[in-house]
């Protein structure tokens, strides 16, 4: 197993043994540490995630953003270029289903979709990180592929990208490859970065 395997290992045990009132209270704080930043209150597209394997919840973040009108969204696997991300409206009526990873996804309507590069701000899980900005994810390159367009030199700057995580998750230096994309900033339960 290499280094990187081997921390992404260590890090998904740990945050899986998070208790479930540790998890309750953890996504209400990151609820308080984002509900005020200017990029949050300035969005009206939003990506989120349903939390799985021990990552923090966004749950009570997506009913605030539907309380202010804004509107929601969902990754899910594309169905023919499988290594990207499409973005599905997500409300409280969206017809749920399981994908090949057994995690809930709304049902895929192509028409529904909305492009990456056009959300305002997406709030993605991850691994690990650190305080520079890098993300280590599940290891399926998904985000770094859907939004790889933000490194390109003339690229459009797309949305904010913000890292949601447990501060456990956080390591003193991630190593970095060269196709990983930097995020603008990570909040945890406790604080954010930078
Ligand atoms: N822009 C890209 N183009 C082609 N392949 C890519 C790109 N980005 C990542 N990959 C491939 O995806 C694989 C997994 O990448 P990585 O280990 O960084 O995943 P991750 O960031 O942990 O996962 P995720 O983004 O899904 O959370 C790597 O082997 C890499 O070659
Ligand atoms: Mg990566």
Not at 121 to 148: E, H, I, K
Request: proline share 8%; charged share 20%; with cysteine.
């Amino acid at each position: 197993m290499n280094k990187r395997t081997q921390l992404r290992k260590k890090i998904r045990t740990l945050r899986r043994s998070l208790k479930p009132h540790q998890q309750k209270q953890a996504a209400l704080n990151l609820l308080g540490n984002i509900r005020n930043r200017a990029d949050f209150r300035n969005a009206k597209h939003i990506a989120l995630y349903l939390p799985n394997d021990g990552e923090i919840s966004p749950e009570p973040l997506i009913k605030l953003c539907w309380k202010l009108g804004k509107k929601v969204y969902l990754p899910v696997l594309h169905p023919v270029l499988h290594n990207r991300l499409w973005f599905i409206p997500y409300t409280p009526q969206s017809p749920m289903i399981r994908n090949i990873y057994g995690i809930k996804e709304p049902k895929l309507i192509p028409s529904l979709c909305r492009t990456a590069w056009s959300l305002n701000l997406v709030l993605l899980p991850l691994v690990a990180f650190d305080q520079n900005g890098n993300r280590m994810g599940m290891g399926g390159g998904y985000y770094d592929r859907t939004f790889s367009f933000k490194s390109l030199k003339k690229g459009i700057n797309g949305p904010a990208l913000i890292g949601l995580a447990h501060d456990i998750q956080r390591v003193e230096e991630l190593p970095v490859e060269s196709w990983d994309i930097p995020l603008t900033s990570i909040v945890t339960d406790t604080k954010s970065y930078p």
